[in-house]
T-cell receptor, first 114, second 113 residues
Framework: DVKVTQSSRYLVKRTGEKVFLECVQDMDHENMFWYRQDPGLGLRLIYFSYDVKMKEKGDIPEGYSVSREKKERFSLILESASTNQTSMYLC?????????????FGPGTRLTVL | LAKTTQPISMDSYEGQEVNITCSHNNIATNDYITWYQQFPSQGPRFIIQGYKTKVTNEVASLFIPADRKSSTLSLPRVSLSDTAVYYCLVGDPSSGSARQLTFGSGTQLTVLP
């Protein structure tokens, strides 16, 4: 059974802290994605990676960075957390070289920045 | 990028067929239409994808008219467990850009007993 796991379901951090959100997939997928989900705004793409060490900005990359050192792991980094980054963060992966292939999502991390 | 428009919410009763329509007036020739389902506290789950006419799987059917400016997700005989948010996406499978992965706000379907 395909699986995408995220390091935490709930996370509380303080303004200015550096925050790491980890995502691991066990399906040997090439593509990995980070989204944030806010009420009324749906899912918005933050960053996308199509290969190890490769990344592409999504719609809202400001305030975020990513790291993909291994194929199965994709990390989202908030360099200096701010209250407007309080949100649900969803990681996904998809196979192959086509970005639009079926995505498999993790359960999400609800981040609260105080 | 093709923008999509869906109703914000819909209510239905158990056992009924539900049709959720998505408008995508500026869909491009190479674009496909994909639908995802999201339950509370979970990530979205792929339901169905199509290019034209009709596609059916064990979960749903997808109807796409000839002009492809809209599409309709059809859920037969819904149950309470079909209560979820449904997202319509439009994009080109051959494109290497992730910028087309716009989920929008989706349609909240509530199935009533």
């Amino acid at each position: 059974d395909v699986k995408v796991t995220q390091s935490s379901r709930y996370l509380v951090k303080r303004t200015g802290e550096k925050v790491f959100l980890e995502c691991v997939q066990d399906m040997d997928h090439e593509n990995m994605f980070w989204y944030r989900q806010d009420p009324g705004l749906g899912l918005r793409l933050i960053y996308f990676s199509y290969d190890v060490k490769m990344k592409e900005k999504g719609d809202i990359p400001e305030g975020y960075s990513v790291s993909r050192e291994k194929k199965e792991r994709f990390s989202l980094i908030l360099e200096s957390a701010s209250t407007n980054q309080t949100s649900m963060y969803l990681c996904a992966s998809s196979p192959g070289t086509l970005v639009y292939n079926e995505q498999f999502f993790g359960p999400g991390t609800r981040l609260t920045v105080l | 990028l093709a923008k999509t428009t869906q109703p914000i919410s819909m209510d239905s009763y158990e056992g009924q067929e539900v049709n959720i329509t998505c408008s995508h007036n500026n869909i491009a020739t190479n674009d496909y239409i994909t639908w995802y389902q999201q339950f509370p506290s979970q990530g979205p789950r792929f339901i169905i994808q199509g290019y034209k006419t009709k596609v059916t799987n064990e979960v749903a059917s997808l109807f796409i008219p000839a002009d492809r400016k809209s599409s309709t997700l059809s859920l037969p005989r819904v149950s309470l467990s079909d209560t979820a948010v449904y997202y319509c996406l439009v994009g080109d499978p051959s494109s290497g850009s992730a910028r087309q992965l716009t989920f929008g706000s989706g349609t909240q379907l509530t199935v009533l007993p």
